[in-house]
């Protein structure tokens, strides 16, 4: 049997219903209180926090559901390896601290502006190589990161991009990327040797408009899936849309087996070279596509500066 499950944040159906903390809730952490404020954004069990005056989010698992215990074990090992290599990459958004209380556990970061998702979004329009070049370099050497650690991501897609203005939360998600700092998070299926007992035979997981065609296949997939996930990303960025679109079914049937659709039908600005970019990056075969997420940021640099 296989099993699905769509990575949409806590209290999608992966995990059961969700149990709603009031405006006040104080979470206890280690040497810190934060009082949840008020739900943030339009992900189901994210509230913003105060600590001290700081402002963080708080992303709630009920742990009483086995896929939000596993997601919070994930999250909390990954930090756990980071921290203790020496974890300093200025485009990793890692959890500043876990907290488990009462069946609940909180993850818990700093507030940054918001996600490439959102940008896409309020900005409601697509974007030119050029105007997110410094974004595309910063996700590529932050993947690179995780994999010179044996770790990968397996969700990459614009939420889980989060965007810092200048080192703060100050601000809103507005139409120039310029003034944003990409920053990779949300590790809740990430992958690490450290991991293996959890994976589990037959169980697609990820984001369905994301996923490469050998995660449809259960086949084994390395980082290169991260890199054709990034390519979807692109495509999304530059055309305003996923390549593909429809019920689970049609979408796995269009990545295991359609072309992908020509970006210029819905962005003639976009440069040959950067089309070819997207088609290498989401190559159905893992070999035909970049083999490292530097090679893939050395090529799109390439690209931009050659249109």
């Not at 949840?36 to 992900?43: A, E, I, M, N």
């Not at 996700?139 to 703060?168: M, S, W």
Request: hydrophobic share 40%; with cysteine; net charge neutral.
């Amino acid at each position: 049997m296989m099993h699905v499950w769509v990575s949409e944040g806590p209290g999608s159906e992966r995990g059961g219903p969700r149990r709603r903390p009031r405006r006040g809730k104080i979470v206890s952490g280690a040497s810190d209180k934060y009082i949840l404020t008020k739900p943030l954004g339009r992900r189901p069990g994210v509230y913003h926090a105060d600590c001290g005056g700081l402002d963080f989010a708080v992303k709630i698992h009920d742990l009483r559901y086995h896929f939000h215990r596993e997601s919070f074990l994930r999250e909390r090992t990954i930090r756990d390896i980071l921290v203790r290599e020496g974890h300093t990459h200025k485009n990793i958004l890692i959890p500043h601290e876990l907290v488990e209380q009462n069946s609940e556990g909180y993850i818990i970061t700093p507030l940054v502006a918001g996600t490439l998702e959102s940008l896409v979004v309020r900005g409601k329009k697509f974007f030119l190589p050029e105007d997110i070049a410094h974004l595309v370099t910063g996700i590529c050497d932050a993947l690179q990161y995780l994999y010179d650690k044996n770790i990968l991501h397996r969700d990459v897609k614009p939420a889980n991009v989060f965007l810092e203005i200048n080192g703060t939360c100050s601000g809103h998600i507005g139409v120039a990327p310029s003034n944003y700092m990409a920053k990779i998070s949300d590790f809740g299926i990430a992958f690490h040797w450290s991991l293996s007992h959890l994976e589990v035979p037959d169980t697609l997981l990820g984001t369905e408009y994301y996923l490469a065609p050998e995660q449809w296949q259960f086949s084994h997939s390395d980082h290169r899936a991260d890199l054709y996930s990034l390519g979807v990303t692109l495509f999304r960025l530059f055309t305003g849309r996923v390549p593909f679109t429809g019920d689970v079914a049609a979408v796995a049937e269009a990545h295991l087996r359609r072309d992908i659709p020509d970006l210029a039908r819905y962005n003639k600005k976009i440069p040959p070279l950067v089309s070819a970019l997207v088609f290498k990056a989401m190559a159905k075969e893992p070999e035909e596509r970049y083999q490292s997420a530097t090679e893939l940021k050395e090529a799109f640099l390439y690209a931009v500066q050659k249109s």
